[in-house]
């Protein structure tokens, strides 16, 4: 049996009918500052797992658990810090139905509005002239989180049936390394997770701003920091400048040879793990729908290293980079404070690429940064430590899943979805497809032009209420294959 867009109708009008219940319920997901990197926001992601809690059981989902994960390991400040729960819930249990695992993220990355964000980051604004909502969070991922809560809420205004059965399992951990979340996978997989037959992810985003895709990659991601100490305290530098060795001097020395301005990784080795380019996936970078004009706006600039399509996305999907992100301990104030800090900490990634292996990217990067701290010649201490890392997918989406959520893509946008990868990292996918031996299927709700991760994050309500529609559409024409 399979469903027609006819059918669908009825789900789509509701969903436009429940517009303004379903901006409120992300107002109220955004309002909670869920910082998952930020160790003194702890309480407030423990308070968005509450918050889903509340949600998931007003909504009619059953056996709703929120499993502690124990503490966080090092390095952390605080040494007790608790691990935010995992939410697992669940909406119908028949075994004449498939059953999906949706999974998304209820923490976000940090934001401030000094920053240079328009509006209060913590606060969804309804720019109505636009309709466009902005907020942090609003696309990456709560905007999709409360996306599946909205498809319920939609079906249960009707009095219709789910078409499927459902289990939720959503993180708060995502953008820090989804610290616990495999070994819980892993543990849950004949238990809580037992019986899933296929997992959806909305947690990416379309490469444009009017094409739908459906996504079949990621990079993966291994996040870094080094540490230099000197002296025991700050120290005044019309005092001690010239006569100590100085950690930011080492720091910003050794950060310099990790990689150049043309995007290229200092660190020997590591290319000769990524997986040689065939001609067969050259060709497939020609039919993708992509603007360099588009990719300039949404990066407010024309800096970008590359001047056509095909070697921007392959080096966005295929080849690794590494970012440099910050350095703790630095003066970063405004003025001109002349001190000389004593302990500063770099912060640094890389987005990893089939077929790095991880571990053995860790013993490069940390051999190529001792070689320098040596060559250095510093009395100062440096040590280089992994903070988490997380896998690259690739799948083929040639199978059902990627069929359903193609058919429903233009139910609703009127357009059949490109097929791409990602250059961003969700950390469980492999996770889920090895655990769990099923598929996954990452159906994204957001444009590329939404801002994840930096200032005035939005999502367009045409995105946040089509995507309800696109999500609950596939539900159906999967459940019905
Ligand atoms: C693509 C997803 N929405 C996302 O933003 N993922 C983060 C995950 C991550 C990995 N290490 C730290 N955070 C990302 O790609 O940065
Ligand atoms: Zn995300
Ligand atoms: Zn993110």
């Known amino acids: 049996m399979s469903y027609t867009k006819l059918e669908l109708e009825p789900l789509f009008s509701k969903i436009e009918e429940l517009k303004p219940q379903f901006i409120t319920r992300l107002a109220n997901a955004v309002a909670i500052p869920s910082v998952s990197s930020d160790e003194d926001k702890r309480p407030q992601v423990v308070a968005m797992a509450h918050f889903l809690q509340k949600e998931l059981t007003n909504l009619g989902f059953t056996d709703i658990q929120l499993k502690d994960l124990g503490t966080q390991p090092p390095p952390t400040v605080n040494k007790e810090l608790q691990l935010p729960p995992i939410v697992l819930a669940r909406h119908g249990n028949d075994p004449l139905k498939k059953t999906v695992l949706i999974y998304g993220h209820y923490d976000v990355q940090p934001a401030l509005l000094e920053d240079g964000w328009n509006t209060e980051p913590f606060k969804l604004v309804h720019n109505e002239a636009k309709d466009i909502l902005y907020g942090r969070g609003s696309t990456d991922d709560k905007g999709p989180v409360m996306g599946w809560l909205n498809v319920v809420e939609a079906h249960n205004a009707l009095g219709w049936e789910l078409p499927v059965n459902l289990v939720?399992?959503?993180?708060?951990?995502?953008?820090?390394?989804?610290?616990?979340?495999?070994?819980?996978?892993?543990?849950?997989?004949?238990?809580?997770?037992?019986?899933?037959?296929?997992?959806?992810?909305?947690?990416?985003?379309?490469?444009?701003?009017?094409?739908?895709?459906?996504?079949?990659?990621?990079?993966?991601?291994?996040?870094?920091?080094?540490?230099?100490?000197?002296?025991?305290?700050?120290?005044?530098?019309?005092?001690?400048?010239?006569?100590?060795?100085?950690?930011?001097?080492?720091?910003?020395?050794?950060?310099?040879?990790?990689?150049?301005?043309?995007?290229?990784?200092?660190?020997?080795?590591?290319?000769?793990?990524?997986?040689?380019?065939?001609?067969?996936?050259?060709?497939?970078?020609?039919?993708?729908?992509?603007?360099?004009?588009?990719?300039?706006?949404?990066?407010?600039?024309?800096?970008?290293?590359?001047?056509?399509?095909?070697?921007?996305?392959?080096?966005?999907?295929?080849?690794?980079?590494?970012?440099?992100?910050?350095?703790?301990?630095?003066?970063?104030?405004?003025?001109?404070?002349?001190?000389?800090?004593?302990?500063?900490?770099?912060?640094?990634?890389?987005?990893?690429?089939?077929?790095?292996?991880?571990?053995?990217?860790?013993?490069?990067?940390?051999?190529?940064?001792?070689?320098?701290?040596?060559?250095?010649?510093?009395?100062?201490?440096?040590?280089?430590?992994?903070?988490?890392?997380?896998?690259?997918?690739?799948?083929?989406?040639?199978?059902?899943?990627?069929?359903?959520?193609?058919?429903?893509?233009?139910?609703?946008?009127?357009?059949?979805?490109?097929?791409?990868?990602?250059?961003?990292?969700?950390?469980?996918?492999?996770?889920f497809e090895k655990e769990l031996k099923t598929s996954v299927l990452l159906l994204p709700m957001g444009r590329g032009d939404d801002g994840a991760h930096s200032i005035n994050e939005k999502l367009d309500v045409l995105n946040y209420i089509n995507g309800c529609k696109t999500l609950g559409g596939y539900l159906h024409y999967y459940g019905k294959q």
């Open 168 to 431: 939720c399992c959503f993180e708060g951990m995502e953008e820090s390394g989804s610290l616990g979340l495999d070994e819980l996978v892993a543990r849950e997989a004949q238990q809580y997770f037992k019986g899933v037959d296929t997992v959806c992810i909305s947690d990416n985003y379309w490469l444009g701003t009017s094409k739908p895709v459906l996504t079949y990659g990621l990079r993966g991601c291994n996040y870094y920091q080094l540490t230099v100490s000197g002296p025991g305290a700050d120290l005044h530098s019309g005092i001690f400048g010239g006569i100590v060795a100085e950690p930011m001097t080492d720091l910003v020395k050794v950060m310099s040879q990790l990689v150049d301005s043309q995007g290229k990784i200092l660190i020997p080795g590591v290319y000769d793990m990524v997986a040689p380019l065939t001609e067969k996936e050259d060709g497939l970078y020609d039919n993708i729908d992509f603007s360099v004009e588009e990719l300039e706006a949404a990066c407010g600039s024309k800096t970008g290293l590359h001047d056509n399509k095909k070697d921007i996305l392959k080096h966005r999907w295929r080849y690794p980079s590494l970012s440099l992100h910050g350095i703790e301990g630095a003066f970063s104030g405004a003025g001109a404070k002349t001190v000389i800090p004593a302990k500063v900490v770099g912060k640094f990634s890389i987005r990893t690429v089939p077929d790095i292996d991880s571990g053995k990217l860790d013993k490069l990067v940390f051999d190529h940064v001792n070689k320098l701290l040596k060559e250095l010649g510093s009395p100062n201490t440096g040590k280089i430590e992994l903070i988490h890392d997380g896998n690259y997918w690739l799948a083929d989406p040639f199978n059902d899943l990627f069929g359903a959520a193609a058919k429903a893509t233009e139910d609703v946008w009127g357009v059949k979805p490109d097929f791409t990868r990602e250059g961003g990292s969700i950390p469980i996918t492999l996770t």
